[in-house]
């Protein structure tokens, strides 16, 4: 049951520190999400500067953002999964292991878009 004095701008103030505090635990707990994070910091730049027009610059960072955006959804399923118990099962492994083909193919969209929109 939601709080009824949650509402409006007190909503999306209280949201962004969610928000805030779950980028700050990626960043402090997993490793991936830091190195993409550094990875961020040098391509969104490139994009900007790589990129003929909007189109093909908002394409290159889109995809480069994309990365820790599914980062974090895959950390997050690793972090129930955990949670439930340290007991293999194998909804679990499967579980872990879509995250992964998840970061998997956004990897695999940024190199796709980065190689369609320089070099075609």
């Not at 969104?44 to 959804?73: H, Q, R, T, W």
Request: glycine letters at 10%; a negative charge.
């Amino acid at each position: 049951m939601a709080d009824s004095g949650n509402r409006g701008i007190s909503r999306i103030i209280r949201a962004t520190g969610h928000s805030w505090r779950g980028l700050c635990a990626a960043y402090r707990y997993e490793e991936a999400f830091r190195q993409e994070c550094w990875f961020c910091c040098v391509m969104i730049p490139l994009g900007f500067y790589l990129g003929d027009d909007g189109v093909e610059k908002a394409l290159l960072v889109a995809s480069v953002m994309l990365l820790p955006l599914v980062e974090i959804l895959n950390s997050a399923v690793e972090a129930v999964v955990d949670r439930i118990g340290p007991e293999w099962h194998e909804l679990a492994g499967r579980a872990k292991d879509m995250g992964s083909a998840a970061v998997a193919i956004a990897i695999i969209l940024i190199g796709s878009v980065w190689v369609i929109v320089l070099w075609f």
